[in-house]
């Protein structure tokens, strides 16, 4: 049973949708990933009063034992790294100089970095292939809630960016680009430095930076 994360439950989503989905899912007998557990790990992890900068990815990596919950973040142990999150540290590396010990992003989450994708759910090696069980209505909720004052949004790839016109007139940072796919990455997401963008705008509001790649 899928767990409703208590700090956003009063989102209509978790009453209106998720009792299908919890239905579809429980006919589904394929591997479905991440575990059942950590399906919702990055609202758990990100109460909304806490979240300051938000991620936005597509859907979970639907190799078995590198989805936990968040998007583009592996478990510790995991090696070598999936290609988006590889290049993700070459972006951080080329925009701030380093990068963090491993894929592990949980450490960005306590600090109030929302890694959210479109869709929590996969089948094992069928990447997106949850896109029609009504995951995408939770997003825009999401996004909805969090525009009671500014923050920061970085939407990587076109389910993210389509998010882009809900942000607008909210004073929130809005940054977009190519997602960190190979498939893509060239086209926009190197050199388009997220991540000191973000953390210029946070000292702007007065608010201390991202730290990035020291857990």
């Known amino acids: 049973m899928l767990t409703v994360p208590q700090r956003w439950r009063d989102l209509p989503f978790f009453r209106e949708v998720l009792p299908d989905i919890r239905s579809a899912l429980a006919a589904d007998s394929r591997v479905i990933l991440p575990p059942e557990q950590q399906v919702f790990a990055a609202l ?10 938000v991620i936005l990815g597509q859907d979970p990596y639907p190799t078995p034992g590198h989805a936990h919950g968040l998007a583009f973040s592996v478990a510790p142990d995991v090696h070598p790294l999936p290609r988006s ?29 929302l890694l959210l994708n479109d869709v929590l759910t996969v089948p094992a090696a069928e990447a997106r292939g949850h896109r029609r069980l009504g ?13 009671d004052r500014p923050r920061a949004f970085v939407l990587w790839g076109n389910d993210a960016r ?24 060239r086209r926009g997401f190197f050199g388009s430095r997220p991540f000191s963008t973000v953390n ?9 930076p991202i730290n990035w790649t020291d857990p």
Do not use: M
């Open 200 to 208: 210029a705008w946070l000292k702007e509001q007065g608010q201390q």
């Open 162 to 185: 389509a998010h882009a016109p809900r942000l607008a007139a909210h004073g929130h940072l809005v940054l977009e680009s190519a997602h960190p796919s190979p498939l893509s990455a």
């Open 44 to 53: 758990d992890a990100c109460t909304p009063d806490a979240v300051r900068v």
């Open 85 to 113: 999150l590889r290049n993700i540290f070459k972006e951080l590396r080329s925009d701030i100089g380093c990068t963090p010990p491993n894929g592990d992003l949980r450490f960005w989450a306590n600090q109030g970095v």
């Open 135 to 147: 995951w995408q209505k939770l997003v825009p909720q999401v996004l909805e809630a969090l525009s």
